[in-house]
């Protein structure tokens, strides 16, 4: 009698709390990854290992939950700190046994891909930005600028190799052959990477998949880059119910957390940074039409 009502009082308990109070309900954490990676200034977001394991720690160690979904949304950027958030998601989802979703928004291109090969299933919208499985890297050359003012460039080193690529000097062919050898490293690693998380589901051939070329998630869907097209909301339900939970994992501004120092002079410094942050943001986005 005692067990009857105690049963019933809980099951009209668990329809009058609010769905956050239950704890009845499945449980799905959402990590959000937004922004270039391993840009970062004190005015402009980004992406790094230190700015966000913080973050991923707290999402996987909800109890109970079965999954982390990430919303990933970025261009690349440092290939290092793609890495290192990568690997750093793999580990946690084999600690604590989790699944782990990654739902791509704008894009999720270079580093943000790889990124993205961290989760167990990947799902774009069909105007998702998706691949951009190459390396590249950029400049400026100003030696015949200065030569035309008058400026003389001084650089003294020890060791042969100390400056390579400097953009006030014309360039050398040996520099721009070592630089080539690294690219095509780091492409290895990245093509590797890709090919050991997507395993059998990719489909068609590298020199179409691996050339740096980016596709729309219909295509990408088409090509095994992704598994499938759909949104954080409507593939959660789908798998864990309507009633699944799917609180946002939140970490602390980086604004505050980054503060320039001093005033005047930190604030000038941090303020020129962030000019040239956004533009490097900007270019980024720009590579992808966005």
Same mark, same amino acid.
Request: aromatic letters at 6%; glycine letters at 12%.
């Given at each position: 009698?005692?067990d009857t009502?105690l049963?019933?009082?809980?099951r009209?308990?668990?329809?009058?709390?609010?769905?956050?109070?239950?704890?009845?309900?499945?449980?799905? =954490? $959402?990590?959000?990854?937004?922004?270039?990676?391993?840009?970062?200034?004190?005015?402009? /977001?980004s992406l790094?290992l230190?700015?966000?394991?913080?973050v991923? *720690?707290?999402?996987?160690?909800?109890?109970?939950?079965?999954?982390?979904?990430?919303?990933?949304?970025?261009?690349?950027? +440092?290939?290092v700190? +793609?890495?290192?958030?990568f690997?750093?998601?793999?580990?946690?989802?084999q600690?604590?046994?989790?699944?782990v979703?990654?739902f791509?928004?704008?894009a999720?291109a270079?580093?943000?891909?790889?990124i993205a090969?961290?989760? *167990?299933?990947?799902?774009? *919208? =069909?105007?998702?930005?998706?691949?951009?499985?190459?390396?590249v890297?950029a400049?400026?050359?100003?030696?015949k600028a200065?030569?035309?003012l008058g400026?003389?460039?001084?650089?003294?080193?020890?060791g042969?190799r100390k $400056?390579?690529?400097?953009?006030f000097r014309?360039?050398r =062919?040996?520099?721009?052959?070592r630089? @080539?050898?690294?690219?095509k490293?780091?492409?290895?690693v990245?093509? @590797?990477l890709?090919r050991?998380?997507?395993?059998?589901?990719? $489909?068609?051939? @590298?020199? /179409?998949?691996f050339?740096?070329e980016?596709?729309?998630?219909?295509?990408?869907?088409?090509?095994?880059?992704?598994?499938?097209?759909?949104? $954080?909301?409507g593939?959660?339900?789908?798998?864990?119910g309507? *009633?699944?939970?799917m609180?946002?994992?939140?970490?602390?501004?980086?604004?505050?957390l980054?503060? =320039?120092s001093?005033?005047?002079?930190?604030?000038?410094?941090?303020?020129a940074?962030?000019?040239?942050g956004?533009a490097?943001?900007?270019?980024?986005?720009?590579r992808?039409?966005?």
């Open positions: 009698m005692a009502l049963s019933s009082l809980s009209r308990a668990r329809g009058i709390l609010p769905k956050k109070w239950r704890r009845d309900l499945p449980v799905v =954490p $959402v990590v959000r990854l937004s922004g270039p990676i391993g840009m970062s200034t004190p005015f402009s /977001q790094t230190a700015g966000i394991s913080k991923l *720690d707290k999402a996987f160690a909800v109890k109970g939950a079965p999954a982390v979904a990430l919303l990933i949304n970025s261009p690349g950027g +440092s290939p700190q +793609s890495h290192l958030i690997r750093r998601i793999r580990a946690l989802a600690e604590k046994e989790k699944h979703f990654a791509l928004e704008d999720a270079s580093g943000g891909y790889m090969c961290a989760a *167990d299933e990947i799902f774009a *919208d =069909p105007c998702s930005i998706v691949g951009s499985i190459g390396v890297t400049g400026f050359g100003f030696d200065i030569e035309k400026i003389e460039r001084r650089v003294f080193t020890a042969e $400056v390579t690529l400097d953009p014309p360039t =062919p040996e520099d721009v052959e630089l @080539d050898t690294l690219l490293e780091l492409h290895t990245f093509v @590797d890709v050991s998380r997507r395993g059998d589901a990719l $489909v068609g051939e @590298d020199e /179409q998949l050339t740096g980016f596709w729309l998630g219909t295509q990408a869907a088409g090509l095994g880059l992704v598994d499938g097209l759909g949104d $954080v909301r593939i959660l339900k789908a798998r864990y309507e *009633d699944v939970l609180p946002l994992v939140q970490g602390s501004s980086p604004f505050f980054r503060r =320039p001093g005033f005047a002079g930190g604030l000038a410094r941090s303020a940074e962030g000019v040239i956004a490097e943001e900007r270019a980024l986005w720009a992808l039409g966005l």
